[in-house]
């Protein structure tokens, strides 16, 4: 277990900035999601605290203590990569026996077994530990690398999208796995991914991180319904949240769409919303709703069903709004509806600068 800091952390690549000026603090025992596009710095981050890369500027400290001059192999971290490093010819008993073996370990031959069995158990592996790596489907050999990692007790686990390369019922069993393992385990999680669902379903603490900068840490709550800005309003939420263009008028917010106008009644939620200005609201699409003498009318451009819920495209002039309703809702292609929205689910943002009114207040 341990605390993991990142203070000020900038790494260059040549002319190239791949991390600026990052702060990141991990606490002991935490699940860390860092949720970022490709070429966000994810990998560099999880690279640099193992030791792999030194940083340009800045410090890295685990248990307060700054490990810059430490190498990899003391700072006592495990690396989970997306690629499964495994041993071909091994099976999964001596893969899972590797990282014990090393001479600095010393460990006796019933402390290896002991640990090994515990984990293939923890695992579910018991039944493959005779059996050669390369005789296994992808999701058990995802697990044998997890394994791997798990074995050597390490002060943290660092996971560089370890599911993405298996399929979608496989990824979604592997996620809630991961996430029971490191609840009894009580161990430190550093985990990144592209995947708005896997940050959202895994992490006590997200942390949105795009072109080098982390944009915005905060629980899945927090990033879901009060996101510091229209970048982390996109990355997080299927169909992602609806942002529509709109300004301050005398102290009211009024959406002004080339086919409709509507005053929000809604708090603006902070004084730096004086004077006029242009915004952008941001609606989730689960609060807009269809209602019969509700305000604004709208054409169904697309139903998509996905069982519990349906999925709309409302047409609105020539804008486009999703809108999640009950799967009972019926609803047909270019039928005219009518909806609302809940005014205190309204985010505010500025237009000029992405950033929300209740965090710029
Ligand atoms: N060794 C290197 N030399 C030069 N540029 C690098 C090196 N490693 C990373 N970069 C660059 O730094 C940026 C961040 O890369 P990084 O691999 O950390 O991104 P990422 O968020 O992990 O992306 P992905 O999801 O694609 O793995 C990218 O623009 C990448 O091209």
Redesign the pocket.
């Known amino acids: 277990m341990a605390h993991i800091q990142l203070k000020n952390i900038t790494k260059k ?2 002319a ?1 900035t ?1 991390l600026k000026g990052l702060d990141l603090e991990i606490q002991d025992g935490e699940f860390f999601v860092l949720l ?10 999880l690279r640099l605290i193992s030791g792999l890369e030194t940083p340009t500027e800045g410090d890295i400290l685990i248990d307060g203590v700054d490990v810059g001059p430490w190498g990899a192999a003391e700072r006592d971290v495990a690396l989970v990569l997306q690629q499964y490093s495994l041993y071909p010819r091994y099976t999964v008993r001596e893969n899972l026996e590797f990282p014990l073996k090393a001479k600095i370990r010393r460990l006796e031959r019933a402390e290896i077994d002991e640990r090994v069995n515990r984990v293939a158990k923890t695992l579910r592996i018991e039944h493959l530990l005779d059996r050669k790596t390369d005789r296994l489907s992808g999701g058990e050999m995802q697990r044998v690398s997890i394994g791997r990692a798990i074995v050597r007790k390490p002060r943290v686990f660092l996971m560089d ?1 370890p599911l993405s390369a298996l399929d979608a019922k496989l990824r979604e069993a592997l996620r809630t796995e991961l996430k029971n393992l490191q609840v009894n385990l009580g161990a430190t999680f550093l985990f ?1 991914t ?1 995947d708005q669902i896997e940050a959202m379903s895994m992490g006590d603490k997200i942390g949105v ?1 795009n072109e ?1 900068h982390l944009v915005q840490v905060g629980t899945p709550n927090e990033i879901y319904n009060n996101p510091l800005n229209t970048f982390v309003a996109r990355s997080v939420g299927s169909p992602p949240m609806n942002l529509i263009e709109g300004e301050l008028r005398s102290g009211k917010a009024v959406m002004t769409q080339k086919n409709f106008e509507l005053p929000f009644t809604g708090a603006t939620g902070t004084s730096a919303a004086e004077g006029d200005r242009p915004l952008v609201f941001g609606i989730r699409p689960e609060d807009l709703h269809l209602e019969a003498g509700a305000p604004v009318e709208a054409k169904v451009h697309d139903v998509e069903n996905h069982g519990v819920e349906k999925i709309l495209t409302l047409r609105v002039g020539d804008i486009m709004l999703r809108a999640t309703v009950p799967a009972r809702t019926d609803v047909a292609l270019e039928d005219a509806v009518r909806f609302a929205w809940n005014p205190n689910k309204v985010v505010l943002f500025d237009r000029a600068s992405g950033v929300s009114l209740r965090h710029a207040g």
């Open positions: 690549f040549g190239h791949a970022g596009q490709t070429g966000a710095g994810k990998t560099t981050t999208e990144v592209h991180l080098g």
